[in-house]
Each structure stands twice: as structure tokens, then as C-alpha cells.
């Protein structure tokens, strides 16, 4: 016989004490600001404020491809959101993005800003604004943005559910995370199944969703998120490796995960990024570590 549970729900919810973990002290049941500041604004064109999680590196990645394409109006400003320090929450934030999560973006190419929420809406306003990285026959475009929105909807499981249950949660429950977890394994068998019959996401292109689902899964397999890829044997997801390790190596994507990153070597976060020769100095902190180690 089971035995019964010691939390039995009220008719009613109400906050009455933060439920504990690493988030639990920015969590709240309520939207809107807790103070007053306004956002920075840079000289370029397009202005992100964010923080380089998964879902700020998808952001970065394609602004930093956009402008290896040539594309110059996709000159940016990246300022850094602390968001462990609630900076989320300040009202100029709040006007770019009311759901107070980053990214958000405003755009100031136009005779008026126009702000962006939401990182996948983010990649689609961009590839259409450049017309780039996103397919331009009608199936194609259907298949890119299948995948862009499977990515938007699938990764609540893989980071507020296993993530939240297995690497932050104050303590270790067996249920939610054998949930979680068997999910967050089909998922990777979703991705290894396509990959097995494509290059990239939408077959020989390189496009948004690719963008969108590297950083999250990726990252999973390189076992740079949630320290899980053992616990998911991440390892045996061939293909899905082999597209890990080929989008991993692009210059562009290592300048992308550099940006806004608070976390890891020095040498490889740039907390702020505002010209492309910021990156020539963290690649010489870089060289200099490395000379330092040898």
C-alpha cells in the first residue's frame, strides 16, 4: 500500500513562503516591476539585454552569423541582466519584456524601437528583417519553423522539469525526476532520429533551428548544463552528437556563447559586448592563459 502524501493542496494557493532551490529567491506569483531603472542604449542598431543561458546564446549566436554574413544593421549592444540579482525586474526591463525573462530586444533600425520577447520570436524577427537563415520556399519555411516552435515548446520540460527537479531543486525526489528525465530521453531520440537523415535541422541548411535547439541540447550533450549528461547517457545519441560537435566548432557560435556569459574561464565570458574588437581581448586573455599554463 502506498503511503498517502504529507501535502494535501488548499482550496485556495496563496505565497507564503519562497519554495526554496537556486531560483527561489526571484520567484514570485506576480508580474509587473520592483523598482525603477532604466535600459542602457548603445550606438547600434540593435540593442540586447540579457545573459548568456541558453536561451540569451541563441540570440548572440545569430547576430554574431548575421553579421559574418555581412550584414551590418545587425550591429549590436549586449548588455548584461543580472537576472540572480532580480534586474529583470526593473521597470525598464519590464517595458521591453512585460514576462521580465531574458532575452529581449529592442530594435532601433526604424524611425520608432520596436521591441522583441521571447527568444524564438527574437531568431524569426531577425531572419525575416535579413532575410537570412531561414528558408524561403514554402516547406522549407514550414520545416524550419516546426522545429524553431518545437524547441520553444518541448525545453520547458528539459529546463523548468528535469533541470529544476535533478540539479536545483532543495531536495531529490524520485518521481519528478524519472518523469522529467524519460521525457527529456525521448526528446533527444526525437533529435537523433532527424539527424540521422540530416545535416542540420531543416537537411543541408544551417538555419534558426538550429540556432534555438543547439544551445539547450547541445550544451546537454557537452554536458554543460544540469552536470546530467551521464545520468541521460547523452553519449549514446550519435547523431545528435555529430551535429553537437559541427555546429560547436563554428567561430561564430564560440563568439555567441562568449557574450553576457557570468560563468566558467575569464578568458571565455564577455559580460558586455559593444564592438567586434571586444572579442580580440578576450582572445588574448585566452592565449595568455593558456601560456600561463604550460
Known sequence: MNEASPYKPAKVWKWEKENGGRFAAINRPIAGPTHEKELPVGRHPMQLYSLGTPNGVKVTILLEELLARGFSGAEYDAWL????????????????????????????????????????????HLAEKFGAFMPIDPAGRAECLSWLFWQVGATPFLGGGFGHFYAYAPEKFEYPIDRYA??????????????????????????????????????????????????????????????????????????????????G??????R???????????????????????
Open 81 to 124: 541582466i543580472s537576472i540572480g540579482n532580480g534586474e529583470q525586474f526593473g521597470s525598464g526591463f519590464v517595458k521591453a519584456n512585460p514576462n521580465s525573462k531574458i532575452p529581449a530586444l529592442m530594435d532601433h533600425s526604424g524611425e520608432k524601437p520596436i521591441r522583441v520577447f521571447e527568444s524564438g520570436a527574437i531568431l524569426l
Open 182 to 263: 524519460m521525457e527529456v530521453k525521448r526528446q533527444l531520440d526525437v533529435l537523433d532520429r532527424h539527424l540521422a537523415d540530416n545535416k542540420y535541422m531543416c537537411g543541408n541548411d544551417y538555419t534558426i533551428a538550429d540556432m534555438a535547439i543547439w544551445p539547450w541540447y547541445g550544451a546537454l550533450v557537452l554536458n554543460r548544463v544540469y552536470e546530467a549528461a551521464e545520468f541521460l547517457d547523452a553519449g549514446s545519441y550519435k547523431n545528435l552528437g555529430r551535429w553537437t560537435q559541427e555546429i560547436g566548432e563554428r567561430e561564430t557560435v564560440q563568439r555567441g556563447r562568449m557574450v553576457n556569459r557570468t560563468s
Open 265 to 270: 574561464l575569464p578568458e571565455e565570458q564577455l
Open 272 to 294: 558586455e559586448r559593444h564592438d567586434a574588437s571586444d572579442f580580440e581581448t578576450k582572445t588574448q586573455d585566452k592565449l595568455e592563459a593558456v601560456s600561463n599554463k604550460q
